[in-house]
């Protein structure tokens, strides 16, 4: 009799843990459900959606507000302006956007410095290619290519004053740096025939910087002048030197933002890897909140699923990091259905967002397919 009693007590227990765990599996699984749900119900409201554009001070505030607003209203959460590094003109129109809902980031062309008046006071602070030529007067590639020296201090602190101007702007969210890089040793295989140029090993005439002071400042560190060396591409310090000048300018930027309670942002080469052979430039080695890597699958003859391998490359590269990133489209040779595909391939790889070059190749079509993303 006390067998069967002990029998019908184990029965019960184990029908009631049963029955416990079945309704426990229930209940996460319904959660999970309606996780999903809401997540197709709402869209990734974490994915954000920017757009790059450069500022006319001869506009009217209406013009931009119509502007703003069609941006905010396709989907758009924010914009980069370019306003040729003028705060008073950023702070015209900085109100302005925040008011149509968008954030605001201060876009500065930062070591390319065209027709900057102050710097062009002093030809000294150019950057010296290695065939001796300053690009004060002789320029790679196109006239606009002025660039200054990220070693010498004069140079530097001119283009970390311009950073502080912008980061004292009330409501921007972040200073944006571009062209925060050397003059491309390598260009875009896409590009190159606009050159009439073959590039299969660095040519002295790309290939910078070569002034006074850095030659002085690698010479004391390593003992040696990259000039004496027959292949300077070979010689892996030489090129770490530049890495690190370009890594130190940004550090300091990174400071001054922070001080101003502004974070930092960056237009940089599709991932750290390529940026680093094509202009000295390795950005997951940096201080920085966020990278916007200019993915310009167009620019090197790839299809639309390199903007996938390329974010990934990068998303990758920023593990150990606390950095952001955002895949930068370049739209003007788009279509809408590749705008969607774009958006995809970056999504589908690890971006926490896409910005769009540049707000001006913007058709009502491509707008509607940045919407319709947006909202999925």
């Not at 599996?25 to 757009?51: R, V």
Request: glycine letters at 4%.
């Amino acid at each position: 009799m006390k067998f069967k009693f002990l029998l019908f007590s184990l029965l019960v227990a184990f029908s009631t843990m049963s029955c416990l765990d079945n309704m426990q599996k229930a209940k996460a699984n319904t959660a999970e459900s309606n996780k999903e749900n809401a997540s197709e119900t709402t869209g990734d409201s974490d994915f954000k959606y920017w757009t790059w554009i450069t500022a006319d001070a001869s506009r009217t505030d209406e013009s931009y507000t119509e502007e703003f607003k069609k941006y905010k209203e396709n989907g758009l959460d924010a914009v980069l302006i370019n306003t040729n590094t003028d705060p008073e003109l950023l702070a015209r129109l900085t109100p302005l956007a925040k008011a149509e809902g968008l954030e605001v980031h201060a876009w500065i062309m930062a070591v390319n410095r065209p027709g900057d008046k102050v710097a062009l006071q002093h030809p000294e602070w150019y950057q010296v290619s290695r065939n001796g030529e300053s690009c004060f007067d002789h320029r790679p590639y196109v006239d606009y290519y002025q660039w200054l020296c990220p070693t010498r201090e004069e140079s530097r602190n001119h283009i970390l004053s311009l950073v502080e101007g912008l980061a004292k702007v009330k409501d921007v969210e972040t200073v944006h740096l571009d062209y925060i890089r050397f003059p491309d040793i390598f260009l875009p295989i896409g590009l190159l025939p606009k050159y009439d140029l073959e590039q299969t090993t660095e040519m002295p005439e790309y290939d910078f910087c070569y002034c006074d002071v850095c030659i002085s400042k690698f010479k004391e560190m390593h003992h040696k002048d990259p000039r004496d060396t027959d292949d300077p591409q070979i010689d892996m310090e030489w090129k770490q030197f530049r890495l690190n000048r370009i890594r130190d300018l940004v550090n300091d930027a990174y400071k001054i933002v922070h001080e101003n309670n502004k974070e930092l942002s960056a237009a940089v080469f599709p991932y750290p890897e390529m940026a680093d052979h094509m202009v000295r430039q390795r950005w997951d080695k940096w201080d920085i909140d966020y990278v916007l890597p200019m993915i310009y699958n167009n620019f090197y003859n790839e299809e639309l699923d390199w903007i996938g391998f390329a974010t990934k490359q990068g998303v990758q590269d920023l593990e150990a990091k606390n950095t952001e990133l955002h895949t930068g489209i370049y739209i003007p040779e788009m279509t809408p259905a590749d705008i969607t595909e774009a958006i995809n391939q970056a999504k589908a790889n690890g971006a926490r967002g896409v910005s769009f070059f540049d707000g001006g190749a913007f058709t009502p079509e491509k707008l509607a397919a940045v919407k319709k993303a947006s909202e999925n």
